[in-house]
């Protein structure tokens, strides 16, 4: 037996489902390892001790590399000084500024853990400062795990989602709609930079709709939440709406911002500071100094290395030899989404048993993708890295075009 085997039977002793949320491996093809012995630069090692090029960098969280070095130099530095004490270091300053600095629309910053902890005070913000209750959301978008944004009805009331409304994302009418029926109630619009439901093609906003998302919000003196979670870091330090033109009143941050240590943070602008001053949010955790170091480090690093390029043009090396190779053996694939967070999809295939199939093989071959899921890239990968997994992609897609 694997030791993944044997590790993913004792877990199911102990932990519910064997494993809660998202890592959980049950929605990835058969061989997919649940557990992982170490990681660096941009491999994986799995328990059994498999080395695998890794496209998914830790869900995102990973943005320079797995290890990086300057990173965990800053966190070692601030863990022997101190990490979770009465109150904050002076690296929380510091990196608020830092941050600040970066973020075009930020005047303020608050930090937190998870995505979760960043979208959900966005939203007490909002509502503080507004005295209304109304939040839109779009159709299908994660948000988070909280009662009020999970996918998954278990444990749900319908009050915990009384006041949500929903939108089509890049569909101004129906944003049009549900901010008239929210009417003078109206807190939020909570969006994402582009569409990443899980399992649908990547779809990014047209400027029209972003332009829309910020004239309602003005309108109706509602506060625009850009989620930031999954793209921060990725696509513009100073905001990935910059390209619109389109700055949010708050936005919630996590993942990438700390190259894999627990950071959340939400940035606000001025006349949301008194708001976001006056609700209560806190964790035990949320003051640990070594996720701010490593910040810090992270947010400079990327800037001093043009690591958001760099990753892009990883991206768009790997997609284009995905490209010529899918042509070559006769496939029909669209690749969607900003090259350094690309989804693969196989035309006429609604069960994604062919995307699974070419997943299963390339993994095979020491290539970790994912079916469903935007992949990451990361500062990490270099040219040879692209083309090493292009090389096995390339025999996946020769074996499965002779199945
Ligand atoms: C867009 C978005 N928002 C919020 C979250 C929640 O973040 P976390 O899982 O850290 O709570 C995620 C997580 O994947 C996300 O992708």
Not at 4 to 12: F, G, H, I, P, V
Not at 215 to 224: I, M, S, T
């Amino acid at each position: 037996m694997s030791k993944d085997a044997a590790l993913r039977e004792r877990a199911a002793r102990v932990i519910p489902g064997g494993l809660w949320g998202h890592l959980r491996v049950q929605g990835l093809p058969p061989g997919y390892p649940q557990f992982f012995q170490r990681a660096e630069g941009c491999r994986l090692w799995d328990a059994d001790g498999r080395e695998l090029i890794d496209f998914m960098c830790s869900w995102g969280p990973v943005v320079l590399g797995h290890q990086d070095a300057d990173v965990e130099a800053a966190a070692e530095l601030q863990r022997r000084a101190g990490d979770t004490m009465n109150g904050p270091a002076p690296v929380l300053v510091e990196l608020a500024e830092h941050f600040t600095g970066l973020v075009a629309h930020a005047d303020w910053a608050i930090f937190a853990k998870n995505g979760t902890d960043a979208t959900t005070t966005c939203v007490t913000t909002a509502r503080a400062a507004t005295g209304r209750r109304k939040l839109l959301v779009a159709q299908g978008a994660y948000h988070g795990a909280a009662p009020w944004c999970t996918p998954y009805p278990a444990g749900v009331t319908a009050e915990d989602r009384a006041h949500l409304l929903h939108y089509r994302y890049n569909d101004i009418a129906s944003l049009e709609q549900a901010a008239a029926l929210a009417g003078s109630d109206l807190a939020a619009v909570m969006v994402s930079p582009f569409r990443h439901d899980y399992g649908v093609e990547l779809e990014l906003p047209t400027p029209e709709f972003a332009q829309a998302l910020r004239a309602v919000c003005d309108r109706q003196g509602a506060a625009l939440i850009l989620d930031e979670v999954r793209t921060g870091a990725r696509l513009d330090l100073a905001g990935s709406w910059e390209c619109f033109g389109v700055r949010p009143d708050l936005a919630a941050w996590s993942k990438a911002i700390a190259n894999g240590h627990a950071l959340a943070a939400v940035t606000g602008s001025e006349p949301w500071r008194e708001a976001a001053a006056s609700i209560f949010v806190t964790g035990s955790f949320w003051c640990g100094a070594v996720a701010m170091a490593a910040a810090l480090a992270t947010l400079r690093k990327l800037q001093a290395v043009d690591g958001i390029a760099h990753m892009r043009a990883m991206g768009q090396r790997l997609r284009d030899g995905l490209a010529r190779q899918a042509q070559a053996h006769g496939f029909r694939i669209r690749q969607s989404g900003p090259p350094q967070m690309p989804l693969l999809l196989f035309d006429d295939d609604p069960g994604v048993e062919l995307g699974s199939a070419f997943c299963a093989l390339a993994l095979q071959r020491g290539v970790y993708l994912h079916t469903k899921h935007n992949m990451f890239l990361s500062v990490a990968h270099r040219p040879h890295d692209i083309d090493r997994a292009l090389l096995a992609t390339d025999d996946a897609f020769a074996v499965l075009a002779r199945r």
